[in-house]
């Protein structure tokens, strides 16, 4: 594995790196004093939409996907460095260059899995940065942990689907420009193989019986740029047959595609978190003082600071590892190294932003500073996308079959 950036990750950092600190910090401010004038929390803020005509002049547009027909066609290697970047303000930066979830996660999905008519009605129009999407899958009434649990149930009936079931935190479902959702559902509840009796359906909003019933909070954070979560009502819904993604009974393998890039690209993304986090600290740290000296000067504070280091060093390490591995040997030669950024990499970021936050004293909660924040979403990736302990238990039981 070769440590250096090559010659375009070195181009798109740099030109990455002047968009943020020219256009994104400043606009952190204006966004929120924005928001406050919305008639509505789920609209668009107007500086959103100027920045993301900036990005896409600057060519700072979709470099989330590898397929160079639809996106910048960067390798896992070349973005993770890009994502990270973006992590140090992750409410506006993913959303202003087209690289925000679950967007990317449902692009991907059409990309690999839809047909040509589902990629020109609903994949360009979102390449595009026209409409938002959702993706449909956990749900209140089960343990969401495991995927085979889930009881929306999807049934043929002739030449359409009708989906009933209900689903919460469905990201960006608030947002009025989300268009489409994409639901995991059972078509085969009784099917013999566990995993195959999952399917997937593209279910347009406007879809009658389709019910957004609330916007579900995130530590009490709302989730403006992303679009919210919600919590949605399928009540006997009908699309046409041809809104299946793929095949019957693919709709387990299809999830796992969508979740190993979007498992690595949180992990990118909050190395920046935490990057912001160090930042933050030693601003804080040369500029305040306690008990007659400077906080820079507390031996408790160097090792805060010291250990944060450390950590993001072995991280990032980490992370570019798995990287280079998914660009290599795949997402299923990568499965142990994924597992383990996504175990290590949020419970390291917390603890981090807590150190930061306990710095900042008061300040560190309020919303002057952006580390509550960071640390609700950080502390939310030890759930989301499988939580951490579903993780372990894969990865262990994978280390002790070498020794049964």
């Given amino acids: 594995m070769d440590f250096a950036f090559d010659a375009r990750t070195e181009e798109l950092r740099a030109k990455l790196l002047a968009f943020m600190d020219e256009y994104v910090y400043p606009a952190e401010a204006v966004a929120h004093e924005q928001r406050e004038r919305l008639a509505s929390p789920w609209e668009t803020v107007p500086v959103v939409e100027e920045l993301k005509a900036e990005a896409r002049r600057q060519g700072l547009w979709n470099l989330f996907l590898p397929d160079s027909e639809y996106g910048a066609g960067l390798t896992n290697l070349q973005y993770a460095p890009l994502a ?11 959303t202003v260059t087209n690289c925000a979830a679950p967007d990317t996660g ?33 749900e209140p ?48 509840p009784d099917g013999e193989d566990i995993r195959r009796q999952q399917s997937m359906v593209l279910v347009p909003r406007d ?64 190395i920046g978190m935490a990057e912001r986090a160090i930042e933050l600290m030693c601003r804080r740290a040369v500029s305040r003082t306690a008990f007659g000296k400077s906080l820079a000067q507390q031996g408790v504070v160097h090792n805060w600071i010291a250990d944060a280091r450390v950590t993001v ?23 142990t190294e994924i597992q383990s950024i996504k175990i290590a990499t949020p419970r390291a970021v917390v603890d981090i932003l807590d150190r930061a936050i306990q710095l900042h004293g008061a300040g560190g909660v309020s919303q002057d500073f952006p580390l509550a924040e960071l640390y609700a979403g950080a502390r939310t990736l030890m759930i989301a996308d499988g939580p951490d302990e579903v993780h372990q238990r894969s990865l262990a039981r994978r280390e002790l079959k070498r020794y049964v």
């Fill in 141 to 188: 009434d089960v343990a969401s942990s495991d995927a085979t649990n889930i009881t929306t149930h999807i049934e043929r009936d002739g030449d359409e689907y009708v989906i009933t079931g209900r689903k919460w935190y469905i990201s960006g479902a608030m947002h009025p420009d989300c268009k489409i959702f994409i639901v995991m559902g059972k078509t085969d």
């Fill in 207 to 270: 879809t009658p019986g389709v019910t957004i019933k609330r916007a579900m909070q995130v530590f009490g954070y709302e989730d403006h740029y992303h679009g919210g979560h919600a919590e949605v009502i399928f009540d006997r819904a009908r699309v046409p047959a041809s809104n299946l993604v793929g095949e019957e009974g693919g709709g387990f393998a299809i999830a796992q595609a969508r979740l190993g890039p979007g498992r690595i690209h949180h992990c990118m993304r909050l």
């Fill in 313 to 335: 060093e072995q991280l990032r390490l980490l992370v570019l590892k798995t990287a280079w591995l998914m660009d290599t040997v795949g997402n299923r030669g990568a499965h």
């Fill in 106 to 138: 449902n692009m991907e999905v059409l990309t690999q899995f839809g047909d040509e008519q589902q990629r020109k009605q609903w994949l360009e129009p979102l390449l595009a940065g026209e409409i938002r999407s959702a993706f449909a899958m956990t």
């Fill in 84 to 94: 990270e970047i973006m992590g140090r303000s992750p409410q506006l930066a993913p």
